[in-house]
T-cell receptor, first 113, second 114 residues
């Protein structure tokens, strides 16, 4: 079945460092891909999404490109801030049953000043 | 409303007590979902509604869990005879065709069973 694999955390970086959080997927159809973020004590917020190959999603300085050839959707940010500290979840929704999200395990990001 | 609204935000229940968690989806969203998220883990799917019809309840962990959406808008997740392993965050989400079916989440109801 469909699945999402993302890098284990925690990931600890200094402020202004470059961020990459890897996410790869397996899917039989043509999924849409998502990054959600969960700040401490809060619910999940959609960060960005891409619905087809080569699409780039971007928001708040974060970017991710839907790469069908490598089945990846890596999250990147050029210069992180302390306020980016959160748990980041990669997810997909399959075209056949797009009401249900398949989730990665989440990656905790810690940014030190 | 502007976003998915859930209540209560925090609930402490004694073991054996019944609880009811409410979700008010984004106005006009046809699809509504419930997820359970244990501490330090990703969300686990519980159930899905399209309007008032419950199309998938395969994720409900036991018959103590029951969800309804009688008028196709507000939904209630009910847990009967709560147990300690029910302690989790219960997330409600909604989506619609008009917004590419992207799923938007509420802030969650944090349930602690003592």
């Amino acid at each position: 079945g469909d699945s999402v694999t993302q890098m284990e955390g925690p990931v600890t970086l200094s402020e202004e460092a470059f961020l990459t959080i890897n996410c790869t997927y397996t899917a039989t159809g043509y999924p849409s891909l998502f990054w959600y973020v969960q700040y401490p004590g809060e619910g999940l917020q959609l960060l960005l999404k891409a619905t087809k190959a080569d699409d780039k999603g971007s928001n708040k300085g974060f970017e991710a490109t839907y790469r069908k050839e490598t089945t990846s959707f890596h999250l990147e940010k050029g210069s992180v801030q302390v306020s980016d500290s959160a748990v980041y979840f990669c997810a997909l929704s399959d075209g056949d049953s797009n009401y249900q999200l398949i989730w990665g395990a989440g990656t905790k990001l810690i940014i030190k000043p | 409303g502007a976003g998915v609204s859930q209540s209560p935000r925090y609930k402490v229940a004694k073991r054996g007590q019944d609880v009811a968690l409410r979700c008010d989806p984004i106005s006009g969203h046809v699809s509504l979902f419930w997820y359970q998220q244990a501490l330090g883990q990703g969300p686990e799917f519980l159930t899905y509604f399209q309007n008032e019809a419950q199309l998938d309840k395969s994720g409900l962990p036991s018959d103590r869990f029951f969800a309804e959406r009688p008028e196709g808008s507000v939904s209630t997740l009910k847990i009967q005879r709560t147990q300690q392993e029910d302690s989790a965050v219960y997330l409600c989400a909604s989506s619609s065709r008009d917004r590419d079916y992207t799923i938007y989440f509420g802030e969650g109801s944090w349930l602690t069973v003592v």
